[in-house]
C-alpha cells in the first residue's frame, strides 16, 4: 500500500513539474495525464481527489500566480500582455479574475503587492 501512495505521489509530483515549466504551452488533459502515465479519466479523479481542484483550475491558478509576480516585479512589462500570458483573450477578463483571487485590479496589485 505504501509502495502504491509513493508511486502516485511521485507522479503526481512529476504533473506539477511539468505544469510548472509549461505554463506557457497549451496544457490539455490528453497531455497531462500522459505525464503521470494514467488514462484521463483516472488521473482527473485521482488529481481532483488529492488536490481538491481540477486540473484546469490547477493551471488557471499556477499561471495567476505567475502573473502576480510579474506584476510585482516586472514593472516594464505591459499588464495587457502579462494577462495574454496568462491565457486571457482580453484585458477585462483578466481584470475581473485577478480582482477575484487577489482582491484588487492588477494595476492597483502592481502599485502596492498584498
Known amino acids: 500500500m505504501k509502495a502504491m501512495l509513493d508511486q502516485y505521489q511521485d507522479r503526481m509530483q512529476r504533473v506539477l513539474d511539468h505544469i510548472d515549466r509549461h505554463l506557457d504551452d497549451h496544457l490539455d488533459l490528453d497531455a497531462i495525464s500522459s505525464v503521470a502515465a494514467f488514462s484521463k ?47 486571457y483573450d482580453a484585458p477585462d477578463a483578466f481584470a475581473r479574475a485577478f480582482r477575484r483571487n487577489f482582491g484588487q485590479s492588477p494595476s492597483s496589485f502592481r502599485s502596492s503587492p498584498a
Open 41 to 87: 479519466y483516472h488521473f482527473h479523479r485521482q488529481f481532483s481527489a488529492i488536490f481538491g481542484l481540477s486540473v484546469h483550475r490547477y493551471v488557471q491558478l499556477a499561471r495567476m500566480k505567475r502573473a502576480a509576480y510579474r506584476l510585482a516585479y516586472r514593472h516594464g512589462q505591459m499588464i495587457t500582455a502579462i494577462a495574454l500570458d496568462a491565457g
